[in-house]
């Protein structure tokens, strides 16, 4: 009896956790969180102290900033241009989370962070690091496309004030995700986390700290789309198996030898 009712007492709540989850993620207007069967299976064998009511706790509460997210005119200038927020993707329990700068118009488009050129040869890297965009979580430091002039092409990076407006949300991403490594791809997004601006060629390849997190800085990809040279590819590489190598991963003779 006794049994009964602290299993009960486990469950409802639990019940209620994983319902609400669903309940958000069938409301939200923005791209569903996506876990697949196989990458949550290898999760739960990877963090045997992280279960299902602990991912479905997460996925809800990431759910409750979104929803926030999604209705946000804190930078009036933004909600009066954008298409849609963008607030980001993955496992709500990913041990990697990269962040990027902001939506840029293939982004604001579809509602997903790194989708557009860059965002394909960041899912290279991710895949070639032997993980998959499922397995990681990928937010940008501003949820909205930094606004253009009318008919101008292309992206701008957001201003400072920008970003500093809409940190907050990334900040409570990274807080109940809880990553064992954040990875920062470009100088913007070093402002955003460190609030400092550095010269990328000094910050990069070494560990810095984030709230007691470890933070790989590396290139953004469309800085490898700019520069192509094997050199600079190769960096980034040696960085993501830095990163792997702080996450007790193993790497293949094939993955080191890569841009040799
Ligand atoms: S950029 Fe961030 S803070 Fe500004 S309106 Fe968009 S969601 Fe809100």
Same mark, same amino acid.
């Given at each position: 009896?006794?049994?009964?009712?602290?299993?009960?007492?486990?469950?409802?709540?639990?019940?209620?956790?994983?319902?609400?989850?669903?309940?958000?993620?069938?409301?939200?207007?923005?791209?569903?969180?996506?876990?697949?069967?196989?990458?949550?299976?290898?999760?739960?064998?990877?963090?045997?102290?992280?279960?299902?009511?602990?991912?479905?706790?997460?996925?809800?509460?990431?759910?409750?900033?979104?929803?926030?997210?999604?209705?946000?005119?804190?930078?009036?200038?933004?909600?009066?241009?954008?298409?849609?927020?963008?607030?980001?993707?993955?496992?709500?329990?990913?041990?990697?989370?990269?962040?990027?700068?902001?939506?840029?118009?293939?982004?604001?488009?579809?509602?997903?962070?790194?989708?557009?050129?860059?965002?394909?040869?960041?899912?290279?890297?991710?895949?070639?690091?032997?993980?998959?965009?499922?397995?990681?979580?990928?937010?940008?430091?501003?949820?909205?496309?930094?606004?253009?002039?009318? &008919?101008? =092409? /292309?992206? $701008?990076?957001?201003?400072? +004030?920008?970003?500093?407006?809409?940190?907050? !949300?990334?900040?409570?991403?990274?807080?109940?995700?809880?990553?064992?490594?954040?990875?920062?791809?470009?100088?913007?997004?070093?402002? &955003?986390? =460190? /609030?400092? $601006?550095?010269?990328?060629? +000094?910050?990069?390849?070494?560990?810095?700290? !984030?709230?007691?997190?470890?933070?790989?800085?590396?290139?953004?990809?469309?800085?490898?789309?700019?520069?192509?040279?094997?050199?600079?590819?190769?960096?980034?590489?040696?960085?993501?198996?830095?990163?792997?190598?702080?996450?007790?991963?193993?790497?293949?003779?094939?993955?080191?030898?890569?841009?040799?």
């Amino acid at each position: 009896m006794h049994a009964k009712m602290t299993s009960s007492a486990v469950l409802q709540p639990a019940l209620s956790l994983v319902l609400e989850a669903l309940r958000d993620i069938r409301d939200s207007r923005e791209k569903p969180l996506r876990v697949s069967r196989t990458t949550l299976n290898r999760l739960l064998e990877s963090r045997p102290n992280h279960n299902a009511f602990d991912i479905a706790a997460k996925a809800a509460s990431l759910g409750k900033v979104r929803d926030r997210v999604c209705i946000c005119t804190k930078c009036p200038h933004l909600a009066r241009s954008r298409t849609q927020t963008v607030f980001g993707v993955g496992n709500p329990d990913a041990e990697l989370m990269f962040v990027g700068e902001a939506p840029g118009a293939d982004e604001d488009a579809r509602g997903e962070p790194f989708v557009g050129r860059a965002g394909q040869l960041l899912t290279r890297i991710i895949e070639t690091m032997g993980l998959s965009r499922d397995e990681v979580y990928i937010a940008n430091i501003l949820k909205c496309r930094p606004d253009m002039p009318k &008919g101008a =092409l /292309g992206n $701008r990076p957001p201003t400072p +004030e920008e970003m500093q407006t809409c940190i907050g !949300y990334l900040i409570e991403q990274i807080e109940i995700i809880q990553p064992r490594v954040v990875v920062a791809l470009g100088a913007t997004a070093v402002e &955003g986390l =460190l /609030g400092a $601006r550095g010269v990328m060629r +000094e910050l990069r390849g070494k560990w810095h700290s !984030y709230h007691d997190t470890p933070l790989m800085i590396t290139y953004h990809p469309s800085y490898l789309l700019r520069n192509q040279s094997p050199s600079e590819k190769r960096k980034v590489w040696e960085d993501m198996m830095a990163v792997l190598e702080k996450l007790e991963r193993p790497i293949s003779e094939r993955q080191r030898n890569y841009f040799r």
